[in-house]
């Protein structure tokens, strides 16, 4: 391609409302602009991004053994009602009527199409498993949307949906697409983790979350590093402490802390570290106040906490609340000598703790040494309540874990007959039984990827792309194209040469000065450049950096395809 | 592929709702799947015809230095505001309103979308012109959808924009484009034609439909054998007669006709030509009575007629009309006698005509042997009124027409500065004076082209696909698969040979009967099919029948890729 014949329309400037750094880089490099709240084009720079890791999911999905196909936008109310979606689904549905004032949605997603078009043509066990796939525009109506295209209103998605005569074919096509995702984004060169997630009311460990690792993610991982365990921090369970309580030591003191109402003071304030603190957090499930424990360095899990038995609605209790249960106000809230209704919840941590620091339910006083059987009974309840915190046990014993912050691109998740038993999804199984199939669903971002790779991708100067999804594998920049036939011909010569070596290179053919088209190369994210300059090849020479370097390389103008083929992996 | 990791899912019977050939076909053949009314699925097998249509589609429109972006499918009600078409649209426009009560719509067509990013993007005449494309989803709610996929609500587009500075470059642009569809159409294997079409309040040559013949096409065009020139029936100039008007011969005589009310019916009564019959149709224009003079055998084109001074907004004269201002019942009309107040407007044949049959303005009567200038005055004004019938000379003096019937596929426009002004679409010329930039589109019905093919090629087998686009290019069935160890090993290596010269082969390893086989790959359109049986292994041979042939050809086996090579035209 070369420039002259491309839109290229890069921005000296991104415009303010981009809180993102690869929102506002997607729109300074021109990759995308904007029409409406959470509406973005793709103009033809972001659409041979988009292409490249389109391509690449095509072909993973294809080598999965997934057939493609396209399904329409507009999907009818009805399969929604059948499915009982039309009710629960908010208003990120958006809901539309037609001319006949019959009910639709833009669809968020597949599922009832893709069941009701099986459902009409596979019949028999002998017919699956089959698996079925689109990569297709979806709108989900955001309140707030933002970011860019990260979390835009309409967007792309690969959908893939599989269907089995039994849950253990099931698994194999979910282990198997596990394994695709995984090639997927290897091959789109991004560092990524798979995490285990919730799967809901479903049950079972059949949902993986697959994670594009950037300081800007929005979701929190644990992760260990000598080993595949990866969770959400909602979901990572904190093992209990290996060592077994301390016994206690010296008795039970009051101690006054005026002032003093989080743990990091009184820590500071008594001199004692932080993990030898318990909070104490009220909050109000099923009409009563409940008293939930954690060391005073750990932070309450409320996905977790709301797992535990009668708390599934909870939240914070008041302060009136809490004055009229303890006849106290908060910061010095703690479980001694509390009224025995109460009930006490506390974390796997605090109940190993011995001669630990706690409230004194009087406001100013805090008590220390305090251990549990002797100056307060045994916790009602201990669990698991808090986040993991770095270098926390791995739950599957392979190391300590670390924490990182991903981008949300892919999810896998058994659905099991969720939909093919509302939805009537039935094939006749060997012995001549009408049973529902079973059926997994399998998502990419197509859209968010762009995004996600720019948010470990950047620089400075720009955008620093993955070569398998750069809009231009390699730039060449000429140096007076437009006066020297010298040049002129021997970047003719090259660019000729590279597209034969089926690099994707762009010649910038513009009359513009260097440090304008190095700029733009630069901020669009081709990650490899070659200069073609008078001096040099004269020398025989051209001068090589890679986006990433800091130095340039001299290139013989004989090697240069086959040092571009070196650089490029192939 | 191989049927067996394939989504085949064909139907003995069409469903009823089918009325068009081609839908049937792609419904039998499960190309498509109903979703709703106006929306269905494309299916595995019909998702490879589309993508075969697409990629020649792009390739053509790269190639003419178009750039490919991709905008989105919903769009926000302000940019239609500023361009007049949310007030104009009708209900066709699907109109959306969003959880924020903003309204938006769902796209039939981005000039708007596209103006609002180029006018952001260029400012100046250097950086004209511009071409612009894409592939995208679309959305027109048809009252009544119908004809599968060549009616459909939801379809796919391409469509093209193109910016320039001057009239002159968009008529380069339009000539390269009015090229580049030949070729698509051609690259498609479709028999089709390029019409002149109606350019409405913009006036000028600058626009012309592309119409895949087909018996079943909803367009009527009437085009010249031995030249380009097609148009629209209802928009191909009638020519005057060559020849002169006869001199008159004998006066003027009143024939009874009672009964006879139509020109058929008097020029057998009266035992002359239909030809030498003319009929006179009243209409009201501007409340007044206008009498329009057909030959016989012709038909009124109404908007050749609406073009005529005054008679924009006409309309069909009541009987009550016609008889206070004839005194006359509709069926014996004529231009003879009648008041002077009367405009008379007569087709160019009628004004060439001498001694005519017309009526007489007195139920039960006609008159024979009229001639203008001597029983009535010359008439008022002589214009095109007609559709061309066969045999008509054509426009461009190149032959005389011939009629067919076409269903329009594509359609490229020179909207000059429609939306530009409207939109303040600007740049900046060389004098540094800001001009709206001069526009064009182009668009491609992606969707449509599968059923206007399937409605240009089919049998009572099924589907006749020209190889660019049909599913798979080549099928082989293997006869006893599972039982020949023979058949297997040369089944697997013909197959793998012929992936490696690069055809699109189907391998139908299903455990099926072989008349069930070949049924369904004649039912999907495969062009070419090659039998392997034991029989003719045996003797060094396989089978080989084309979709159109009515004779098996034994083709040697190692000549057989060569053989499908050359069928293939490569």
């Known amino acids: 391609m070369r420039t002259s014949a491309f839109y290229l329309a890069t921005l000296k400037e991104a415009p303010s409302e981009a809180e993102l750094i690869s929102h506002k880089l997607m729109l300074r490099a021109g990759l995308i602009k904007p029409l409406a709240r959470g509406l973005y084009s793709w103009m033809p720079l972001g659409l041979r991004v988009l292409r490249k890791v389109e391509r690449i999911v095509r072909e993973e999905m294809n080598a999965a053994g997934a057939v493609e196909l396209l399904m329409p936008a507009v999907q009818p109310a009805e399969l929604w009602q059948e499915s009982g979606r039309w009710q629960k689904y908010g208003p990120e549905l958006l809901r539309i009527r037609d001319r006949h004032q019959r009910d639709y949605c833009f669809g968020p997603t ?98 993986h979350e697959f994670h594009v690792l950037a300081d800007s993610g929005e979701d929190a991982i644990a992760f260990c590093p000598s080993s595949d365990y990866a969770a959400n921090v909602e979901l990572a369970e904190a093992l209990a402490p290996s060592l077994p309580r301390s016994t206690a030591g010296g008795p039970m003191r009051k101690v006054a802390t005026p002032g003093s109402k989080t743990c990091e003071a009184v820590a500071d304030l008594l001199g004692v570290p932080l993990e030898r603190t318990v909070k104490a957090i009220a909050v109000m499930a099923g009409a009563r106040l409940h008293l939930l424990l954690l060391r005073g360095d750990h932070k309450l899990n409320e996905v977790k906490a709301s797992k535990l038995p009668g708390c599934a609605e909870f939240r914070f209790a008041s302060d009136d609340e809490i004055a009229h249960a303890l006849g106290c106000e908060p910061g010095y809230l703690g479980p001694v000598g509390i009224d025995a209704s109460i009930p006490v919840l506390a974390d796997r941590s605090v109940a190993a703790m011995a001669d630990f620091v706690c409230g004194a339910n009087e406001a100013g006083f805090h008590l220390a040494d305090v251990n549990f059987g002797r100056d307060l009974p045994e916790p009602g309840i201990v669990a698991d309540l808090r986040n993991v915190v770095p270098g926390d046990a791995s739950p599957d014993g392979a190391g300590s874990l670390e924490l990182c912050r991903g981008i949300e691109v892919g999810h896998i998740f058994q659905l099991r007959t969720r939909y093919s038993q509302s939805m009537k999804v039935e094939f006749i199984d060997e012995a001549g039984v009408p049973r529902p199939m079973e059926m997994g669903c399998y998502g990419i971002g197509i859209t968010r990827i762009v995004g996600a790779a720019i948010e470990q991708g950047f620089d400075e100067r720009g955008i620093v792309f993955p070569a398998a999804i750069a809009p231009f594998e390699v730039a060449l920049t000429p140096i007076g194209l437009h006066k020297s036939e010298l040049v002129r011909a021997a970047v003719e010569t090259l660019y000729a040469s590279l597209q034969s070596a089926g690099i994707d290179v762009v010649l910038d053919d513009r009359d513009e000065r260097p440090g304008a088209m190095f700029a733009d190369m630069e901020l669009i994210g081709v990650p490899h450049r070659i200069v073609i300059g008078e001096r040099a090849l004269e020398r025989g020479e051209y001068e090589y950096k890679g986006r990433r370097d800091e130095q340039l390389t001299m290139i013989a103008r004989d090697s240069a395809a086959a040092f571009l083929m070196a650089r490029l992996g192939r």
Chains 1, 2 share one sequence.
């Open 110 to 207: 597949h599922e009832e199409v893709v069941c009701d078009a099986v459902r009409r043509d596979l019949k028999s066990y002998r017919q699956l498993p089959v698996s079925l796939y689109q990569i297709q525009t979806k709108f989900r109506d955001e309140i707030r949307p933002r970011f860019g295209v990260m979390r835009a209103r309409e967007f792309l998605m690969k959908d893939a949906y599989s269907f089995h005569a039994d849950a253990a074919c099931l698994q194999r096509t979910y282990d198997t697409m596990h394994r695709t995702y995984g090639r997927i984004f290897e091959r789109l060169g991004l560092r990524f983790r798979a995490v285990a997630a919730d799967t809901g009311q479903i049950g079972g460990s059949g949902s």
